[in-house]
């Protein structure tokens, strides 16, 4: 019997509250039963709140560490999932913007969803890129340089990116290549 895809892979998913509920947990399903081992990073101890449609309060997730307490070299990629006030907030968190600009040195698959580019925008990460996002985000990418997309998924070198919800199928069948493929040069 031959391994899953991911079976050795660890991958860092990283949100705080604000996170859109489905958007977290559905790839991380996919994820886990591709055989990953997921780990949620947030700035802060405890538990994050997540949201449906950023309006109503649905489950909450046990962090398993704080961003100041992992290093981006003990994950094999990262996942950052949507959420309006989860990507905002992370965005202007020096910790997030500096684990997803080691991952992207280090050639390692990221994954975003929704609003989660904004990280990738505040981190500097985006000019001359490719990705997509919900619809809000695309004057930042192209005022960060990059280029955005009206597709369910975009691929770009180590990123892959999808818009929203509606995206999910094809998102996770994208993720579970993208991190199970080699690191990008």
């Keep these: 019997m031959s391994p899953l895809p991911l079976h050795d892979k660890k991958i860092a998913i990283l949100a ?13 399903r996919a994820l ?9 990073l947030a700035p802060h101890a405890g538990r994050i709140q ?17 961003l100041a307490q992992a290093s981006p070299d003990e994950f094999d ?12 907030t992370l965005r202007i968190v020096p910790e997030a913007q500096a684990f997803v600009q080691r991952m992207d040195e280090q050639g390692k698959p990221i994954a975003v969803i929704c609003h989660a580019g904004w990280l990738l925008v505040s981190a500097g ?16 990418v192209r005022n960060a340089g ?11 070198r180590n990123w892959v990116s999808s818009r929203d919800p509606n995206d999910l199928p094809a998102f996770n069948r994208a993720i579970i290549d993208l991190f199970a493929a080699p690191p990008a040069a």
Excluded at 32 to 40: I, L, N, R, S
Excluded at 77 to 85: I, S, T
Excluded at 146 to 156: A, C, K, N, S, T
């Design 146 to 156: 990059g280029r955005w997309l009206d597709r369910e998924v975009v691929r770009d």
């Design 50 to 66: 997540g949201y449906n449609n950023d309006v109503e309060k649905a489950g909450d997730l046990p962090v398993e560490r704080t």
């Design 125 to 140: 990460l985006v000019n001359g890129r490719t990705l997509t996002g919900y619809p809000t985000i695309r004057d930042d």
């Design 77 to 88: 990629g990262a996942f950052l999932p949507g959420g309006c006030v989860n990507a905002d």
């Design 16 to 28: 705080t509250d604000g996170y859109e509920q489905v958007e977290l947990l559905e790839p991380r």
């Design 32 to 40: 886990e039963a591709a055989g990953a081992q997921t780990f949620v």
